[in-house]
């Protein structure tokens, strides 16, 4: 994920496509996610209780798990993906 953010980044500063290392890294980052979930989901993580903080951040239920959280953060880094990629897309037909 950082390695796309920067990617990224670098991409928009020189405004030059990035030859696909975004979408390879950002695929990557889902990958590890995924393998985060199989984990969590197969017991081999414990699903322990959601921090407060992310309770709080994401308006997640008090009772709000690992798992939960980590659902959260995939949709919030699709939403960041999605607006980034738009307005990549906008910049390189400028």
């Known amino acids: 994920m950082v390695g796309a953010t920067s990617q ?3 991409s928009l500063r020189r405004m030059q496509d990035d030859g696909g290392w975004i979408h390879t890294l950002m695929a990557e ?3 590890e996610r995924m393998h985060l ?3 969590i ?3 081999r993580i414990e699903n322990v ?3 407060q903080i992310a309770v709080d951040y994401w308006k997640l ?4 798990r690992l798992k ?3 659902i959260a ?3 919030d880094e699709a939403g960041h993906r999605d607006v980034n990629h738009r307005f990549a897309n906008e910049l390189s037909q400028e």
């Open 8 to 10: 990224h980044l670098k």
């Open 29 to 31: 980052a889902k990958n």
């Open 37 to 39: 979930m199989a984990k």
């Open 41 to 43: 989901e197969g017991g």
């Open 49 to 51: 209780a959601a921090p």
């Open 61 to 64: 239920e008090p009772d709000a």
């Open 68 to 70: 939960d959280v980590v």
């Open 73 to 75: 953060v995939r949709a």
